[in-house]
């Protein structure tokens, strides 16, 4: 076979390859966009695992769908924390969000409705030591104590700043923090050498001072755009 033939064959199976591969990938998108789904939705969920009456982690796809749609209440907050109409929490990209000015972003915001009352689970994003770090926070319908939380991270070290999702211990202290005091915001922190303020303090990871560090100012930051909407209900 001449090198011409050669060459032609290998065009033409190159492109076949291309056409085959380009039809898989078409073929599992939307398996991939229900998979990405139910993955945010169990992420969610995550903070309040202990209120939800069943094991998350041996829940099926279609149970965690059927909870988030007959439990949870979604609402978009825009940077002054008012609703945003039109919009649902779980299209909003907090990793988007974040690149916009701050005065156009918006922020999600899911509300589950327990037996017990509602939870306001909220998205906070922020940095630890190699990439970005996130969290969902719970709050009691109180819009103070923290009934839960969960956390998760790019690629903070194992054993080290991995144990903000890793070691269930510390997202375990944040609950029954409260987030005011004296009527005053102050977040919850997190402490290099352990907590001293008990109702509003937690311990740092030990060996992890940029990621705990990290934490503590998402903490900061990510709850403060929520503030303006929990006060609002307050006064209903």
Known sequence: MSNRYIIIYTLIMTLVVSVVLAFVVKGLEPMHVANEEVFKKKEILGAIKEQLG???TKMGDKEV???FKNKVEQVVLDANG????????????????EKKPEADRHYPLYIFKGDKGSLYLLSLRGMGL????WATVALQ????TVAGISFGHVAETPGLGAEIKD???FPK???GKTIYKDGQFVSVGVIKGGAKDKNHEVDAISGATITSSGVHSMMQAGLTPYLPYFETLKKK
């Open 141 to 144: 319908d109180d819009f103070n």
């Open 173 to 175: 202290q944040f609950q």
């Open 167 to 169: 070691n269930p211990n």
């Open 54 to 56: 069943a094991d998350l």
């Open 130 to 133: 190699w990439d970005k770090i």
């Open 65 to 67: 769908l059927e909870l």
């Open 82 to 97: 008012k609703p945003v109409e039109g919009e649902q929490a779980e299209k909003i990209s907090m990793a988007a969000e």
